[in-house]
């Protein structure tokens, strides 16, 4: 719980952030507070089996992984005795504390019973976490408190606990939560917010756990959050603690007319003692630095851990923290970059000590709204391809977009040429193809006139028909739609014609342009004899089927005509 009513007091120094604030940051978790929102989240008997819980907690360390944001998990330790009364009565009378240490006043704190339901919970959380890389740090106490000290002494940067409270022990950075939906945030509180807006430093914030009550002490019965930030604000940060330490809390009694019920003074000081100075490993202990230390990803160990708990088969293991831990491992390279960089060294990609993990960008990405990237890693078992952020790249290997935008270059001109040379294709098809229609209509107008005078001839141009009917014609728009019409020649030509073998005869189409002007009759009997045939006039003489199928090919060769401009 921490300070009753105080996290109302501080919401006017709430703030929401992405959850890429954490990239490359170390962060100290309070390991029971994340069991326990976890755990409010999947209350059910069912959710409880399933261990949701416990998923819960693997999805949010996939997510800070990805961001190469190093966690530290905290777990309590044994229970302050000033708090036992506290406990006991959350607990209902001790079922977490051993039945043979509940005298408060023969010790000086109580050790936890570690077979109980939560603690079983903390157990199986440890073992996920050190096989994703994620090292745990037993506190002597309170696990807030141990958190605190780390981030005092600027040995992490922030502090993940809804334990309000945290702020007494002298935590500078704190998340109270964090929500993975949307791209993921979290709600941060920083001390020096604190300071700036409300003007309440470390000294006034321990005032009011005393006057409004916590985790060791009632506080002042009747007193409210906006009456005792008066008082402590009267009093001013720097007095306030020594006021309380010298009058105790008499005068808070006397502003509230006599009406309060207050504990032995001499425990006011204790309380202030354990803000003050909680249990904790100090900042240059050994079991510090073993915590803080970098961690391998153990990943068979994780396939064995999964497939215990949720049933995951490897594959699907593989598949939530592959990606993850790939893109960790290229934030750190870009890390490296970064500080070569400042250093005033920009050796070429090739030439850097440690292999670039990506080995190459396979295409553009978008993912909710942010540019990205879908590349594919070197020696990164199980894992092809992933998608990371753009700016990523851009830090981390810029040559690698670079090479990336050549080749989508190179193919898109490859692909300009191919589509040029089809459309050539296409061209010459559909030229082809129209002068074979523009023959064919002449010689069905030609065929009817020839069978409607009563014309014989010798040559039938029913065989140079059959091979156009049994092919299919087919021409291929710009919108790819394929236009195809049949022709079979019994519908194509009823009748034959016969060419005179002493003279050749042109035909022309009037609906082509006109042919050069008529020649005098000398001219005219010389080489070759030119009949104009006006296919108006001879549809005048065609029967009905003949027209019906003429206008059809005229109406198919004008269609096509069309599509072609």
């Known amino acids: 719980m921490g300070v009753k009513n105080l996290w109302d007091i501080l919401e006017s120094c709430k703030k929401t952030v992405p959850l890429h604030h954490l990239q490359n940051k170390r962060v100290c978790v309070d390991l029971s507070c994340w069991m326990v929102q976890l755990q409010n989240v999947s209350k059910s008997h069912a959710c409880m089996k399933e261990k949701v819980y416990l998923r819960g907690l693997f999805h949010r360390l996939r997510a800070l992984i990805a961001l190469n944001c190093n966690v530290v998990f905290v777990a309590d330790g044994s229970i302050p005795a000033i708090k036992l009364s506290t406990y006991r009565r959350r607990l209902n009378m001790g079922k977490e504390v051993e039945h043979n240490e509940t005298n408060s006043q023969q010790v000086t704190s109580l050790r936890r019973n570690m077979g109980s339901e939560f603690s079983i919970m903390i157990k199986e959380a440890k073992a996920l976490g050190m096989a994703l890389g994620i090292s745990c740090l037993n506190g002597i106490e309170e696990a807030e408190a141990q958190c605190a000290l780390l981030n005092f002494e600027s040995l992490c ?127 240059d202990s050994d079991v510090v630095h073993r915590a803080l230390a970098q961690y391998q990803f153990q990943r068979i160990k994780l396939h064995q851990i999964c497939t215990e708990l949720f049933e995951w088969p490897s594959e699907k293991t593989d598949g939530y923290i592959l990606p993850s831990i790939a893109e960790r491992d290229l934030r750190r390279f870009a890390n490296l970059r970064i500080t070569s960089s400042e250093l005033g060294l920009n050796p070429p990609l090739h030439e850097i000590p440690v292999k670039c993990p990506v080995s190459e960008i396979v295409k553009n990405r978008r993912v909710q709204g942010r540019e990205c990237y879908e590349v594919s890693w070197e020696k990164m078992d199980g894992l092809e391809t992933s998608i990371v952020p753009a700016d990523l790249i851009e830090s981390a290997c810029p040559e690698k977009i670079l090479e990336f935008e050549e080749k989508k270059a190179q193919k898109k001109k490859q692909n300009i040429q191919k589509r040029r040379s089809k459309k050539n294709e296409t061209a010459s098809s559909v030229a082809e193809l129209d002068e074979k229609l523009q023959n064919l209509l002449l010689d069905i107008n030609l065929g009817d006139k020839g069978n409607h005078n009563g014309e014989s001839f010798g040559f039938s141009t029913a065989m140079a028909a059959t091979d156009l009917s049994t092919s299919e014609f087919s021409y291929q728009s710009h919108g790819n739609i394929e236009h195809t019409r049949n022709i079979s020649t019994n519908d194509a030509v009823s009748s034959s014609i016969t060419i005179s073998s002493m003279h050749k005869v042109e035909v022309i189409d009037l609906l082509s342009p006109s042919p050069a002007p008529k020649k005098s009759h000398e001219q005219r009997s010389s080489k070759q004899n030119v009949e104009v045939i006006n296919l108006s006039d001879i549809e005048n003489d065609m029967s009905p089927e003949h027209k019906e199928k003429a206008k059809d090919l005229r109406l198919f060769l004008a269609s096509i005509r069309n599509e072609m401009h």
């Open 157 to 283: 940067d922030g502090c993940f606990s809804s334990d309000s409270d945290i702020f007494l022990f002298g935590a500078r950075t704190v998340y109270r939560d964090i929500c993975l939906g949307d791209g993921g945030h979290i709600v941060c509180y920083e001390m020096a917010d604190i300071e700036t807006k409300l003007g309440f430093g470390r000294d006034s914030l321990i005032a009011l756990s005393l006057l409004l009550g916590c985790d060791y002490y009632q506080g002042v019965h009747g007193l409210g959050p906006e009456s005792a930030c008066q008082i402590v604000k009267s009093i001013g940060d720097k007095f306030v603690l020594k006021k309380i330490a010298s009058e105790g809390l008499e005068w808070a009694k006397k502003r509230k007319g006599g009406v309060n019920n207050l504990q032995k003074d001499e425990k006011v000081l204790q309380v202030i003692n354990a803000y003050m100075k909680p249990k904790c490993h100090s900042a």
